[in-house]
């Protein structure tokens, strides 16, 4: 099992920057990629970024240009960088890990995120 506590939400200004943090603990031996999404309120959760557990990021179309993925595996933690913050990235953020196994997917509880305009 892997457990996972984001960190790093709060309320910004547009134009304004944020990082969010999510460490995991357990067994972490097991994890592969890890992942931000997010879910604005009245929306399907969506996939923000994704990197591979040697480093390959992956962004979507809104993140591109102005959020960074990063992990560091010696720490066991997933970084999501925000800048240039706009009203419509408000939403909560949830990170996300793969285990070893296929069906073996966790998620945290999530950190908000709230810009103000």
């Known amino acids: 099992q892997v457990q996972l506590a984001e960190s790093g939400g709060g309320l910004v200004q547009a134009g304004g920057s944020l990082r969010l943090s999510c460490v995991a603990s357990g067994s972490t031996l097991d994890i592969g990629s890890m992942a931000w999404f997010r879910q604005a309120p009245g929306k399907r959760r969506e996939l923000v970024a994704r990197i591979t557990r040697d480093g390959r990021p992956h962004y979507s179309d809104s993140a591109k240009g102005r959020f960074t993925i990063s992990r560091d595996n010696a720490k066991n933690t997933v970084y999501l960088q925000l800048d240039s913050l706009k009203p419509e990235d408000t939403a909560v953020y949830y990170c996300?890990?793969?285990?070893?196994?296929?069906?073996?997917?966790?998620w945290g509880r999530g950190t908000q995120v709230t810009v103000s305009s």
């Open positions: 996300n890990a793969d285990g070893k196994l296929p069906l073996d997917d966790y």
